[in-house]
């Protein structure tokens, strides 16, 4: 196998963060947020924040979905890796990358 193929197999798993982006950016902006509002803070009549569940709490599990998707690729993955250290550095390299991708994608597309 050659170098290429080999990194494509183990690191497809992160194809949908960019894949996803720009389809959900679109149905964020045009569905997500007429139907769910933004994350603005909501008062009541004491004057308290009202937790409540908006566009980006929907965007908060949409991204964590992807990222657990991935992280479940990795461990399956993990039978293609002989030896255990580089299943370790391979294992936190990829939670990591999953993680930050997930949370940078949240921040980015974050309704104040």
Same mark, same amino acid.
């Given at each position: 196998?050659?170098?290429?193929?080999?990194?494509?197999?183990?690191?497809?798993?992160?194809?949908?963060?960019?894949?996803?982006?720009?389809?959900?950016?679109?149905?964020?902006?045009?569905?997500?947020?007429?139907?769910?509002?933004?994350?603005?803070?909501?008062?009541?009549?004491?004057?308290? @924040?009202?937790?409540?569940?908006?566009?980006?709490?929907?965007?908060? +599990? =949409?991204?964590? #979905?992807? $990222?657990?998707?991935? *992280?479940? @690729?990795?461990?399956?993955?993990?039978?293609?890796?002989?030896?255990? +250290? =580089?299943?370790? #550095?391979? $294992?936190?390299?990829? *939670?990591?990358?999953?993680?930050?991708?997930?949370?940078?994608?949240?921040?980015?597309?974050?309704?104040?």
């Amino acid at each position: 196998m050659t170098f290429l193929k080999k990194f494509f197999v183990l690191f497809w798993q992160f194809l949908p963060f960019p894949v996803l982006y720009f389809p959900y950016k679109i149905l964020n902006e045009q569905v997500l947020m007429d139907w769910l509002g933004c994350g603005c803070p909501r008062l009541d009549e004491n004057g308290q @924040i009202v937790p409540h569940f908006s566009a980006n709490s929907f965007t908060a +599990y =949409f991204w964590f #979905a992807v $990222a657990l998707f991935s *992280i479940i @690729i990795t461990v399956i993955n993990l039978k293609r890796i002989s030896k255990w +250290y =580089f299943k370790v #550095a391979y $294992a936190v390299v990829c *939670i990591f990358l999953a993680l930050f991708l997930s949370n940078s994608f949240y921040y980015h597309m974050q309704w104040n």
